[in-house]
């Protein structure tokens, strides 16, 4: 009798380790299965973000090219501006509303002074509008101006303005 119980015993052991092999064999083979699945949705986001940021430094190249060079790609500016009598440049307009902080109708706040600090935030729209960046260090905003050549002198007047916070 204790043979036979010993022997049952031990199927009963040989059983359990078996089972438990066969479970630990199959975690092993789902966990490898989800690795492989893991590392496939990686390559994936790399890819994407790699897509992204070429599309971004395109976008950005784009707008830089394209910033730089437009106060001065409209012909017919220079043209209404010599019509007018005005033998200058796009630029010495630019140059001449610097000299205007004045035209800004907002006061800077903790001790800044409003002015037209960047010559890139300037755009000469037309030979009569121009849309301006201001700012005092602290806060900003633009406005958006019109001139005329007046005997040589460009006079200024603000059609509308805008504070950014």
Same mark, same amino acid.
Not at 135 to 149: P, T
């Given at each position: 009798?204790?043979?036979?119980?010993?022997?049952?015993?031990?199927? #009963?052991?040989?059983? $359990?380790?078996?089972?438990?092999? =066969?479970?630990? &064999?199959?975690?092993? @083979? /789902?966990?490898?299965?989800?690795?492989?699945?893991?590392?496939?949705?990686?390559?994936?986001?790399?890819?994407?973000?790699?897509?992204?940021?070429?599309?971004?430094?395109?976008?950005?190249?784009?707008?830089?090219?394209?910033?730089?060079?437009?106060?001065?790609?409209?012909?017919? #500016?220079?043209?209404? $501006?010599?019509?007018?009598?005005? =033998?200058?440049? &796009?630029?010495?307009? @630019? /140059?001449?509303?610097?000299?205007?902080?004045?035209?800004?109708?907002?006061?800077?706040?903790?001790?800044?002074?409003?002015?037209?600090?960047?010559?890139?935030?300037?755009?000469?729209?037309?030979?009569?509008?121009?849309?301006?960046?201001?700012?005092?260090?602290?806060?900003?905003?633009?406005?958006?101006?019109?001139?005329?050549?007046?005997?040589?002198?460009?006079?200024?007047?603000?059609?509308?303005?805008?504070?950014?916070?």
């Amino acid at each position: 009798m204790v043979n036979l119980v010993g022997k049952k015993e031990r199927i #009963i052991w040989i059983s $359990l380790v078996t089972v438990i092999l =066969v479970i630990f &064999v199959l975690a092993m @083979v /789902n966990l490898e299965q989800e690795k492989t699945a893991w590392s496939q949705e990686e390559a994936n986001l790399r890819g994407q973000i790699s897509e992204l940021t070429s599309e971004t430094e395109s976008v950005t190249e784009s707008y830089t090219r394209q910033k730089s060079v437009f106060p001065g790609n409209n012909p017919n #500016i220079k043209y209404g $501006l010599e019509q007018q009598g005005f =033998v200058g440049s &796009v630029q010495d307009i @630019v /140059n001449d509303l610097i000299k205007h902080p004045e035209l800004i109708p907002y006061e800077g706040v903790l001790g800044g002074k409003m002015g037209f600090y960047n010559k890139d935030e300037i755009y000469v729209l037309t030979d009569q509008w121009v849309c301006a960046y201001f700012n005092d260090g602290h806060i900003g905003g633009s406005l958006l101006l019109s001139y005329k050549i007046n005997n040589g002198a460009i006079e200024w007047k603000v059609i509308d303005s805008r504070l950014f916070n």
